[in-house]
């Protein structure tokens, strides 16, 4: 049976990917932190505001979004074209990032 530590750790990488889709479908205008969170607590992968954050910093050092916002009250996110290109199947998702085989 798997331990609890390696079922947060799929459940972060899960997370990681949803993030990006629910960026992707925003395109081209940043999505903010509160629709991603409302989006992911509809889905049933329920995070903290502060996890969020955590998500999209981790993201944002993959270099696969940008942020604007950090420091202010409210974070907004724009997937880079590398972020692009992991969404659309055209670049390997790095490791980290749970995205399901493509069809």
């Known amino acids: 049976m798997p331990d609890a530590i390696d ?21 081209p205008i940043a999505v903010s932190e509160q629709i991603i969170w409302r989006v992911l607590a509809d889905i049933k992968l329920s995070l903290s505001l502060n996890a969020v954050r955590r998500e999209l910093a981790y993201l944002r050092d993959l270099g696969l979004l940008e942020l604007e916002g950090e420091g202010a009250e409210t974070w907004f996110a724009k997937l880079t074209a590398s972020g692009v290109d992991v969404v659309e ?3 390997p998702a790095p490791a980290g990032v749970a995205r399901p085989r493509k069809y």
């Open 89 to 91: 199947y055209n670049f």
């Open 7 to 27: 079922l947060e750790q799929k459940r972060r990488e899960e997370a990681r990917w949803r993030v990006l889709r629910v960026i992707d479908a925003g395109r």
